[in-house]
């Protein structure tokens, strides 16, 4: 219901715009369309990352490697997976809620997610061309120490 709420406004709006100048409303849907078309390829991949990741890991696996029971090492074991991937929130916390279902324990899906989104080390050789090399390890590090204590926050309090 909320959603045709929006899609109705976005539409009325679009129509106003389009009314009030033409050139203007058509210049924006083109610059949109090309975000668009820039965003596709990488919301497939994302989605195809995901269905592979949990058609390989079924749920003993994961119970396994990141399991409640897991503790410590679990934990590590997600700390190092999530430090390697690198995926917007967008995927990244339905992932987790995922995992949660399966059977995955909420330090160690606490320790992925939160590195998956903080550390990137996929990321690094583009860090280093915009940035330096210095700056990039540094943010990687602290970015992984700052997981490391959000990740013991969360087993102590869950």
Known sequence: ???????????????????????????????????????????????????????VLNQSVITTLIGSESGVLGAIIALIIGSIVSLPSFVAFPLGGT?????????????????????????????????????AVKRIVLSFMICIVFTAVIGMVM
Request: avoid cysteine; glycine fraction near 6%.
């Open 1 to 55: 219901m909320v959603s045709s709420v929006l899609y109705a406004v976005a539409g009325i709006l679009l129509l106003v715009s389009f009314i009030k100048d033409k050139n203007k409303t058509k210049k924006s849907i083109k610059v949109a369309w090309m975000s668009f078309e820039k965003l596709v390829p990488i919301v497939l991949a994302m989605m195809l990352f995901i269905g592979i990741t949990l058609a």
């Open 99 to 135: 995992l949660l279902k399966a059977g995955a324990g909420y330090m160690q899906v606490a320790a992925l997610v939160s590195t998956i989104m903080a550390v990137g080390i996929v990321s690094f050789p583009a860090e280093i061309k915009y940035f330096n090399k210095d700056i």
